[in-house]
């Protein structure tokens, strides 16, 4: 079995364990390790060391959720040997995240690879920091994964405007655009390349000229603005779901982003 699929089995039963709990509200809940073991018998014809790898992975990945603070050690309040290893508890937060429909966000190994897939061109220095934006989430250091992220989309507004300038095919105009943007901050950089994006977006392909607003107005400001009130003294306190949110939408939007990038580059 691959690491994933073992992931995706652990899940489900977790997931099974909370819905009993909603079901069962006067009923208190914890979970065995043994009980995990169990989700992966051992295959008729499998060699003994095939199989502890198997079961090696699962401890890896139940320490990973309790690193996580998805599940405890012990039961609150237990007694005797239930009080704690072998016997684990799903954490309020863990409640919450495993019925999540985009479970992603929790999943930093599974969301990467499904950036990956989603975006097969994406460049190693967006992948890193995005990587460290949902190691930072899933820590619950929100002030660390909005920083992260918004480096992670400045990045991507860099590649973009590098694409879109070199697309340019007016010499003059193009010069001017690059002498107003070299070496000035994203901010600046944005508004000048929205300025000339505005006369182009019509030629656009029809899949980039309905959503562009969205993603270059809506999420790229909005991420931008949360990164620099977390890189900034102001003292906010940011909010687990609406960086989950930015989260769930970056890969959409980088999706965007590269295709726009390889429609200039074309």
């Known amino acids: ?132 934006s949902v190691a930072a989430y899933n820590r619950r250091h ?19 405007i590098e694409a879109y300038a070199g697309w340019m095919a007016d010499a003059t105009r193009k010069a001017s655009f690059q002498k107003r943007i070299e070496g000035r901050f994203i901010s600046t950089q944005y508004k000048e390349f929205k300025k000339e994006f505005v006369s182009d977006w019509k030629s656009l392909p029809k899949e980039f000229q309905a959503d562009w607003e969205t993603y270059l107005d809506g999420v790229f400001n909005f991420v931008r603005l949360n990164r620099n009130d977390a890189g900034h003294p102001t003292g906010r306190q940011f909010d687990a779901k609406v960086v989950y949110a930015n989260l769930q939408v970056f890969a959409e939007y980088t999706q965007f982003i590269f295709g726009l990038i390889e429609h200039f580059k074309s």
Request: negative net charge; without cysteine; glycine residues 8%.
């Open 1 to 132: 079995m691959t690491r994933e699929e073992i992931r995706n089995k652990i899940f489900e039963h977790l997931k099974q364990q909370v819905v009993w709990i909603q079901t069962n509200p006067n009923q208190t809940q914890q979970f065995q390790l043994s009980q995990i073991y169990g989700l992966f018998p051992m295959a008729q014809g499998e060699a003994q060391w095939q199989h502890h790898k198997i079961d090696a992975t699962a401890r890896e990945i139940i320490q990973e959720l309790e690193n996580g603070g998805f599940i405890y050690e012990g039961q609150a309040g237990g007694l005797g040997d239930m009080s704690s290893y072998p016997w684990y508890t799903i954490t309020e937060y863990g409640k919450e995240a495993i019925l999540q429909e985009d479970w992603l966000p929790y999943d930093p190994e599974g969301y990467l690879k499904a950036l990956k897939v989603k975006v097969p061109t994406i460049d190693d220095v967006t992948f890193t920091y995005i990587g460290e």
């Open 142 to 160: 929100l002030l660390s994964a909005t920083l992260t992220i918004g480096v992670a989309s400045e990045n991507l507004m860099l590649l973009l």
